[in-house]
C-alpha cells in the first residue's frame, strides 16, 4: 500500500521545498562533491539527523536506509559530505527558512501572545557553552589544530525573536569557549538586521553585553533595548519620573518602583533608569532590587512594563534548553569543525521546521510532544496523529 502523500515527513520537511536552495547551493559551490544527495536532501538528513537524534552515524545509515522521505546514505558518504561542504551554507539556509511568507504566516497569532508585554518583537542576545563529545579538527591559518573536549567545546552565541509560545534562533555565532558575548553583540545585530519584520524592534540582554559605548550607539541608531544595570554603575539622575508602591501580598510584601531619567557615566547621553524593589526577603535586608537602562519612553512603557520586557529575556534560555535536550546540539558525530557546524545549523533547521509543524497543523500539546509525534510516526499519513 502506497503512503499518504500526506505524511509527517513530507509535511515536516515541506519549507525546504519553499526555499531556493538551488541558489544556496550555487552560491556556496556546494555540489562539487555529490551529485547523488543535492544540498536539499543534505540538509534533510541533517534535520533528520538533529530531531531522531541516532548515536552514532552508523545507526543513521540504517535508519535513513528504512525510512520514506529519505535517500538511503552511508555514514561515510554523510561524513565527506558533511566535512567538505561549507557550514555556511546551511547557515544560510536556515536564514532563508525563517524569512519565507509561509513562516510569517504560521508566527501571526504568536506575535499576539506578546501584546501585554510589548506591540513590537522583543530580541534577546544570549550564549551558552557546547560540550564535545569527542575531539575534532580546527583549521586554522591552513593549520590544523585538535580541540579536545576538555578545552571547553564551543560557545553558542544567538539572538532570538522571542514570544512565549515561540522563540527562534534569527542570528547565531559560534566561537571558541572563551571568547566573551559581549564580542559577538554587533556581529548578531547584523543578523537580525536582515529581517525586515525587526526594524521596529526590542532588544534585551544580560549584563555580560554591557558596554557604554554600545549604549550609546543602539540610542543614536534609534534602537530600543532593555538590560540591567549593574549596582556600581555612574548613573546622575537628572528628573525622577515616578515613584509608586504596590502590594504584592496579603502578607504585606510591596514592590516599590522608581523612574529616573538621567545621565549615564560620562558619556553626556540620557537614558532612563527604572528600579524595581521587592521586599519579599529573597535577598539580605529582605529585599531585592532589580535595576534597568532602558531607551523606551516613559509616555508609552510604563516602569513595570519595562521590567517585563526584560523577563522576556527567559525565554531564550528555554530554547536553549530545549536546542539542548531535543535537538542533538551538543552531540556532534563530526571530528571536524565544519562537520559540527553543519550539524549544527542542522539541528536549528529542524527546531524551526518543527515549530513551523506544531503550529501550522496546530498539534495537541506543546512542541516537545510535537517532537515525540515526528520521532515516532516518521512515515505515517499526518491525519492519523496528532
Known amino acids: 500500500m502506497e503512503p499518504s502523500p500526506d505524511r509527517i515527513v513530507d509535511r515536516f520537511t515541506e ?69 567538505r561542504r561549507p557550514w555556511e551554507a546551511f547557515a544560510d539556509l536556515a536564514n532563508a527558512i525563517l524569512q519565507l511568507p509561509e513562516f510569517f504566516h504560521a508566527s501571526g497569532d504568536v506575535r499576539l501572545q506578546l501584546e501585554d508585554v510589548s506591540d513590537r518583537w522583543i530580541v534577546g542576545f544570549d550564549k551558552t557553552n557546547l560540550p564535545l563529545r569527542t575531539s575534532m579538527l580546527v583549521e586554522i591559518d591552513d593549520d590544523l589544530h585538535e580541540l579536545r573536549p576538555e578545552h571547553g567545546g564551543l ?123 521587592d521586599s519579599d526577603g529573597d535577598a539580605d535586608g529582605g529585599e531585592r532590587v532589580n535595576t534597568y537602562l532602558t531607551t523606551l519612553p516613559p509616555e508609552s512603557y510604563d516602569p513595570l512594563d519595562v521590567a517585563m520586557i526584560y523577563a522576556v529575556r527567559w525565554l531564550l534560555e528555554i530554547m536553549f534548553r530545549k536546542l539542548k535536550q531535543y535537538f542533538n546540539v551538543q552531540e556532534f558525530h563530526s571530528k571536524t569543525l565544519n562537520g559540527a557546524l553543519v550539524e549544527l545549523f542542522c539541528a536549528l533547521i529542524a527546531y524551526v521546521l518543527a515549530d513551523y509543524y506544531h503550529r501550522t497543523y496546530r498539534i495537541r500539546g506543546t512542541v516537545v510532544d510535537t517532537i515525540k509525534i515526528i520521532r515516532n510516526f516518521w512515515d505515517k499519513p499526518r491525519g492519523e496523529i496528532g
Request: hydrophobic share 35%.
Open 15 to 83: 519549507l525546504l521545498d519553499e526555499v531556493g536552495s538551488e541558489e544556496i547551493a550555487a552560491d556556496h559551490r556546494v555540489g562539487l562533491h555529490s551529485d547523488r544527495h543535492d544540498f536539499k536532501e543534505h540538509a534533510k538528513i541533517g534535520s533528520f539527523l538533529g530531531i531522531h537524534d541516532p548515536k552514532t552515524l552508523d545507526d543513521l545509515d540504517q535508519q535513513t536506509d528504512v525510512r520514506a522521505g529519505l535517500e538511503s546514505i552511508s555514514q561515510g558518504h554523510f561524513s565527506r559530505l558533511t566535512n
Open 155 to 277: 560557545r553558542l552565541h544567538s539572538a532570538a525573536r522571542l514570544s512565549p509560545a515561540s522563540s527562534h534562533p534569527i542570528g547565531t555565532v559560534v566561537t571558541d569557549p572563551n571568547t566573551h558575548e559581549t564580542n559577538c553583540f554587533e556581529d548578531l545585530l547584523d543578523l537580525v538586521e536582515v529581517h525586515e519584520d525587526l526594524d521596529d524592534m526590542i532588544a534585551v540582554f544580560d549584563m555580560g553585553y554591557v558596554d557604554y559605548d554600545r549604549f550609546c550607539s543602539l540610542n543614536r541608531w534609534n534602537i530600543d533595548f532593555v538590560t540591567p544595570l549593574r549596582t556600581n554603575a555612574q548613573f546622575t539622575v537628572e528628573e525622577t519620573l515616578s515613584e509608586r508602591d504596590f502590594e504584592k501580598t496579603e502578607d504585606g510584601d510591596v514592590t516599590h518602583v522608581t523612574d529616573e531619567r538621567g545621565e549615564l557615566a560620562s558619556t553626556g547621553v540620557e537614558f532612563r533608569c527604572v528600579t524595581v524593589s
